[in-house]
């Protein structure tokens, strides 16, 4: 069974930074990519950061470039999402996706159809 667990949400200052952490089981970890996706309230829901080992890719949504960074650890399992420098808009549900690719299409990251975890709030103050 393919699981997701999202952890390292929370409150933090504008300026401040979070590192969340996206653990996978369930599946041939390096075959997937692992996406970050976020949802504010009364927003569609919006890609985030994609990794993808196995193409040796990585994205980035204008609105984070320069201030979050993927990364994965192989031996855990884990991908993880640096950010710093957070602003209030990055208040969100955090959530992290297992797909085949990570599928930009006019510069927007797709959320394809497949496993999601339970989500990680983070709440940016200002």
């Known amino acids: 069974e393919v699981q997701l667990v999202e952890s390292g949400g929370g409150l933090v200052q504008a300026g401040g930074s979070l590192r969340l952490s996206c653990a996978a089981s369930g599946f041939t970890f390096d075959d997937y990519a692992i996406g970050w996706f976020r949802q504010a309230p009364g927003k569609e829901r919006e890609g985030v950061s994609c990794i993808s080992r196995r193409a040796g890719s990585t994205y980035y949504a204008d609105s984070v470039k320069g201030r979050f960074t993927i990364s994965s650890d192989n031996a855990k399992n884990t991908v993880y999402l640096q950010m710093t420098s957070l602003k209030p808009e990055d208040t969100a549900v955090y959530y992290c996706?297992?797909?085949?690719?990570?599928?930009?299409?006019?510069?927007?990251?797709?959320?394809?159809?497949?496993?999601w975890g339970q989500g990680t709030q983070v709440t940016v103050s200002s």
């Open positions: 996706a297992a797909r085949p690719r990570c599928t930009v299409v006019a510069g927007t990251l797709r959320e394809g159809f497949g496993s």
